[in-house]
């Protein structure tokens, strides 16, 4: 068939679906809604031709030249086109739906409007094409060249760029819903007003880039961004991992859900953000601006904040296991069911600060300020507290289980119902304060002064209060049982239905006790003094006395050992001989 007669033939509507055509100078040819339906097209020359309309729907298209061909309208579904040069063509409102045009020769093509959903133009050359309006949703482009294409308005989702070159790209008002530009570069490409929701920039170049401030769900990870400004936009549940956002601003930005896990923020401002939710676990905070964010339920695991300014926040249930707070200003802040496990707070200021539900296990406080704050419910256990200064504290429930109190001055704390299981407390000053209910379980109390302490029902069973000072303490219903009260000084104290069983007192001073009803029974009182004791109804069932004083006691109803009963306890059967 010679060049002319196809031209015929298609200009007289003829159907030319199938055929194989090769060979032939068509360059500017009329071929005007050609019908040429799976048509095997090769080494056909087409530059200029006219195939606008046309149906080429599955036509295989190999070794051919259309460049600045019209095929605007043209209808290319399913079809293949290999090895042959598109550029400048135009293929306006084309349907290239599941086409297959990897390594197209596409530049300076003119597309825009064109139906390409699910084609598959991995390495195609589009530099400088025009996109706009086009629908390439789950279309390939990996490792494309779009530089300095246009995609203003284009449907774009689930498309993949991965790799592929977008340097300069314009994508306006894009829809590019769950897309991936993995390793893409995006360099000084325009996405503004670009729906992006779940869109993938994993390790993309983005620098200069200009984004649209709403990037919902949007997967940042490993990311060039340069100095990119981040204020206002939404980033609500996107990903921005390992990434360098030194000194960038988020100011009023949404990061709700977010994850910045193990990104460089050091200078980053968040005035104004809200932080709820977000992950910032191990990232660098050094200099960060937090005025006017919240940061609720916010991961902050092995970030580091020194001297961060976080007073007067809201920080429920944040987590700070591991981070470093030294330094940081937390003044006034509401520290509820938050996790400081770990956390360095050397130097910290809580001054104010509403502390409740909290762990601060294992954590370093030395020099930490804590004036006026108010503790409830909170996990000392494993701190040392020697280097701070908790006077006068409201501190409630708490637990400092094997914590190091040691020396320290706790006069006229509120310490009710707390729990020192194991505790150091030697040489600590109590003077005044409030141990009602508190737990003194195996601690060490060597030499510490709770004078004036209102310590009722607390619990110091098995401690050790050797050489204590509990003179004028408030220690009714209190229990003692096998506790260490070797010297201890409890002169003018309220030991009224208290339990001493097995305590080990050798020494002690009782003088002017009120001991009604208190329990003595098995206790060791070797030289003990019970000047003007009160034991009225008191129980000295077997206690060892020897030397003790009694001087003006009043033993009138103190049960005392029965001496029938006692040796009907001590009673054994005799052995048996065989």
């Known amino acids: 068939m010679t060049p002319d007669e196809l031209k015929a033939r298609v ?16 360059r500017g040819a009329d071929l005007r809604k050609a019908r040429l339906r799976g048509a095997k097209l090769g080494r056909l020359q087409l530059d200029g031709a006219d195939l606008s309309g046309a149906d080429l729907r599955g036509a295989q298209i190999a070794w051919c030249g259309l460049r600045g ?12 086109v290999a090895q042959s040069d598109l ?9 290239l739906a599941g086409a297959h045009l990897v390594r197209g020769q596409l530049a ?4 825009s409007g064109a139906r390409i959903q699910g084609a598959n133009l991995a390495e195609s050359r589009l530099a400088g094409a025009e996109l706009s309006g086009a629908t390439l949703s789950n279309a390939r482009l990996d490792l494309a060249d779009l530089t300095d294409a246009s995609l203003d308005g284009a449907t774009l989702a689930h498309a993949s760029f991965a790799r592929a070159d977008l340097s300069g790209a314009s994508l306006v008002q894009a829809r590019i819903e769950g897309s991936t530009f993995a390793e893409a570069s995006l360099r000084r ?14 390790k993309a170049d983005l620098r200069e880039a200009v984004l649209p401030k709403k990037l919902t769900k949007t997967v940042f990870d490993g990311a060039r961004l340069g100095r990119i400004d981040l204020s206002g936009a939404d980033l609500a549940g996107a990903a921005l991992e390992e990434m360098d956002f030194a000194g960038v601003s988020f100011e009023n930005a949404n990061l709700t859900l977010s994850s910045l896990q193990g990104t460089n923020l050091r200078g980053a401002s968040f005035r104004g953000a809200t932080l709820d939710q977000t992950t910032l676990a191990n990232c660098d905070l050094t200099g960060a601006d937090f005025r006017g964010a919240t940061l609720r339920s916010c991961l902050l695991y092995g970030a580091r ?33 938050c996790v400081l496990e770990r956390a360095d707070l050397s130097g910290a200021d809580l001054t104010r600060a509403l502390v409740s539900q909290t762990t601060l296990r294992l954590a370093r406080v030395e020099g930490i300020r804590f004036e006026k704050a108010i503790f409830d419910c909170v996990d000392f256990s494993g701190v040392d507290l020697t280097r701070t200064s908790l006077a006068g504290l409201t501190i409630s429930r708490c637990f400092f289980a094997l914590g190091n109190l040691s020396g320290m001055d706790l006069s006229g704390c509120d310490l009710s119902n707390c729990d020192f299981t194991a505790c150091n407390l030697e040489r600590t000053r109590l003077e005044g304060a409030i141990l009602a209910n508190a737990n003194f379980k195996e601690a060490n109390l060597r030499h510490a002064t709770l004078s004036g302490a209102m310590a009722k029902a607390a619990f110091f069973g098995e401690g050790t209060l050797a050489g204590a000072v509990l003179t004028q303490a408030m220690l009714r219903n209190a229990i003692f049982v096998k506790a260490d009260l070797a010297g201890a000084n409890l002169a003018g104290s309220d030991l009224r239905e208290s339990l001493l069983t097995e305590a080990r007192a050798a020494g002690a001073l009782f003088v002017g006790v009120r001991a009604n009803y208190a329990d003595f029974s098995h206790a060791d009182v070797t030289g003990a003094d ?46 048996r001989r065989s």
């Open 11 to 26: 200009q007289a509507g003829e159907a030319l679906e199938g055929r194989a055509l090769g060979e032939m100078d068509l």
């Open 69 to 80: 061909a019209d095929l605007s309208g043209a209808d290319l579904e399913g079809a293949a």
């Open 87 to 95: 550029s400048g063509a135009n293929l306006a409102g084309a349907n």
């Open 108 to 111: 300076g093509a003119n597309l």
């Open 189 to 202: 490409a325009d996405l503004s007003g670009a729906e992006l929701d779940t869109v993938v920039f994993l």
């Open 305 to 337: 904040l020194p001297g961060a300014d976080l007073s007067g926040k809201d920080l429920e249930m944040v987590v700070f296991t591991e981070a470093d707070l030294s330094g940081a200003n937390l003044s006034g802040s509401r520290l509820v069911r």
């Open 530 to 575: 019970f000047t003007g004791a009160d034991l009225t109804w008191a129980n000295l069932h077997h206690i060892r006395d020897e030397k003790a004083r009694y001087l003006d006691a009043n033993l009138a109803t103190a049960r005392r050992t029965d001496v029938d009963r006692l040796e009907a306890e001590a009673w054994m059967p005799p052995e």
